[in-house]
């Protein structure tokens, strides 16, 4: 029984690597043809929906365009992603809006906050002698009427 050994040689160019398999005989050399990296359907987090720049296309260098949920944002509520080499789709983030600090509240202590962006709370007790919708009321960080900046709602 003869035996051959099987070697295989990577030739990469210009970012496309091709694999030659070959037997014992230099003359057998096969090439292998690759195909671009596939991303899949874009998947990103705290978005709504996404418009792929040409339909049905999710391979390597292809574009899409996102857009965030409310409350949700990058650099505006919609942004670019590009499929990456490794197989993801990076570019344009949704992160929540942030209103930062809770305003003072005159006659009254903003006490708790469960966070300072999109949906987050901070607890308001009116000071002895004072009430606004009870002894204590909760202030909520919201989105502007531009759906793009954070603003604490009235106590």
């Known amino acids: 029984m003869e035996r051959f050994a099987i070697i295989f040689v990577l030739v990469a160019s210009c970012g496309v690597a091709t694999v030659l398999s070959q037997a014992a005989d230099p003359t057998a050399a096969t090439s292998v043809s690759p195909s671009p990296v596939n991303c899949g359907m874009p998947n990103i987090t705290n978005s709504m929906n996404f418009t792929l720049t040409t339909a049905g296309v999710t391979t390597f260098q292809a574009r899409a365009i996102v857009q965030c949920k409310l409350g949700y944002t990058g ?69 502007d009427s531009l759906m793009t900046n954070g603003t604490w709602s009235n106590f």
């Open 75 to 143: 650099d505006g509520t919609t942004g670019p992603i590009t499929c990456g080499a490794g197989g993801t789709w990076t570019g344009f983030n949704c992160t929540a809006v942030s209103c930062g600090a809770p305003p003072s509240v005159a006659n009254g202590v903003v006490g708790s906050e469960s966070s300072r962006v999109f949906n987050g709370q901070a607890t308001v007790t009116c000071n002895l002698g004072y009430s606004e919708n009870g002894l204590t009321g909760t202030l909520t960080c919201q989105v």
